[in-house]
């Protein structure tokens, strides 16, 4: 809570000394239950359509999108969902599936009356934002993933997956970090690889390992089903660290498109925010015409 209190602090004085060259309304928390019971953390600001719904990756949070509610709330409603087990939002689930993900990005949506929402999902959040277009399709315009969907589905072998993860059951902190830091490409920020590799090494063990099993078993087995069930749009904005089969991700979702960022890492939205929210503008004006 206390680095929620932190965050919002200098926001708001942004938009009071006026910056962002228009008006955006302070920032308000919110709650929703989703539909297990879970309390749903959210953060809302500004107007203007469409409105811009951002969902964080693995072990994050709706705080890693400070960078674009402030850039995009004076000429867009913007919102920042904390998934369930993550941020300020519930721990109680027992399983935390990719379904279950975007149902709570689809009962923020409800919350909030939306039905204009370009959907952003940086790394895991490309697959809860899928889910969630499908949960509420007539709430969604488009979707945009970001360093995700390189391809259509990696498929493992379960032993392998179990392999990954028990690295992280006997030492999660160990493993977190190297593994995160690893993701950020060589000459980045160093502090800031370091930032974030140790804040998602704080994320709580036992919901980081059941997102990250039921991640890599949707890629796998689920992803090439629900693609191809997408009434709306997909776009990504991806670092060029690995190829992107974007023949594949055509054949699977019509209109697909990509844009690159080249030699950064995973964490784009983070190592390049001015670079980031113009590919993203561009984005949202090709899917939105």
């Known amino acids: 809570m206390l680095r929620r209190i932190l965050w919002i602090i200098p926001m708001m004085g942004a938009l009071f000394a006026g910056c962002g060259g228009g008006d955006a309304a302070d920032p308000i928390d919110g709650l929703v239950t989703s539909a297990d019971g879970t309390p749903i953390h959210y953060l809302v600001q500004g107007t203007g359509s469409p409105t811009l719904v951002f969902v964080h990756g693995w072990s994050c949070d709706g705080t890693y999108w400070?960078?674009?509610l402030d850039h995009f709330?004076?000429?867009h409603r913007v919102v920042a969902v904390d998934l369930a087990g993550h941020g300020d939002s519930g721990q109680a689930r027992e399983d935390y599936t990719i379904e279950a993900f975007g149902g709570d990005v689809a009962a923020v949506l409800e919350e909030l009356d939306i039905h204009d929402a370009v959907l952003v999902g940086h790394s895991m959040g490309g697959g809860v934002v899928v889910e969630a277009a499908l949960a509420a399709p007539d709430r969604v315009k488009g979707l945009v993933g970001i360093d995700n969907f390189h391809e259509v589905s990696f498929d493992l072998p379960e032993a392998q997956i179990e392999g990954f993860l028990n690295a992280f059951r006997n030492d999660?902190?160990?493993?977190c970090v190297p593994w995160v830091m690893s993701m950020f490409p060589a000459g980045a920020d160093s502090s800031l690889a370091r930032a974030v590799a140790e804040d998602m090494a704080s994320a709580p063990p036992a919901v980081a390992i059941s997102a990250m099993h039921n991640l890599l078993q949707w890629y796998g087995a689920?992803?090439?089903?629900?693609?191809?069930l997408l009434r709306?749009?997909?776009m990504c904005i991806n670092s060029d660290n690995q190829p992107t089969d974007e023949a594949g991700l055509k054949d699977a979702v019509p209109g697909y498109q990509v844009r690159y960022m080249p030699g950064r890492g995973h964490f784009l939205?983070?190592?390049?925010?001015?670079?980031?929210n113009r590919l993203l503008s561009e984005t949202v004006a090709a899917m939105l015409p």
């Open 222 to 228: 689920t992803a090439p089903q629900r693609l191809p």
């Open 232 to 234: 709306c749009p997909l």
């Open 172 to 175: 999660f902190r160990g493993t």
């Open 269 to 276: 939205m983070k190592e390049d925010p001015q670079e980031f």
């Open 73 to 75: 709330a004076p000429t």
């Open 66 to 68: 400070k960078a674009q």
